[in-house]
């Protein structure tokens, strides 16, 4: 098992950026897939960005397409999300989460999930 604890949320007008981290403990953090998943009030959790645990593969939501990016730096036992162009929809709580199977895209496939950072994106 391996916890996580996020940091870097905060309050930005749209067209700005923040970036996200995540600060894993616990088990081999190389080998896990690195995921962000996102949550407005009122909605489902949804899936933001995911990358292999190797780093040699990332998926993106269309939503964040071009404007996010995750990374994964297997010597800081961290990963990122460097969230540029933000809009008011970006306004949710993010949580960082880790996975040990094949697959890589929804919320099933981690099993270790962090507390969460409020992002608010003002217009």
């Known amino acids: 098992q391996v916890q996580l604890v996020e940091y870097g949320g905060g309050l930005v007008q749209a067209g700005g950026s923040l970036r996200l981290s995540c600060a894993a403990s616990?088990?081999?953090?190389?080998?896990?897939?690195m995921g962000w998943f996102r949550q407005a009030p009122g909605k489902e959790r949804e899936f933001v960005a995911a990358i292999r645990w190797n780093g040699f593969s990332r998926n993106y939501a269309d939503s964040v397409k071009g404007r996010f990016t995750i990374s994964k730096d297997n010597v800081k036992n961290t990963v990122y999300l460097q969230m540029n162009s933000l809009k008011p929809e970006d306004t949710a709580v993010y949580y960082c989460?880790?996975?040990?199977?094949?697959?890589?895209?929804?919320?099933?496939?981690?099993?270790?999930w962090g507390q969460g950072t409020q992002v608010t994106v003002f217009s």
């Open positions: 616990g088990r081999a953090f190389s080998t896990y897939n």
């Open positions: 989460a880790a996975g040990l199977r094949n697959s890589y895209a929804s919320a099933t496939d981690f099993g270790s």
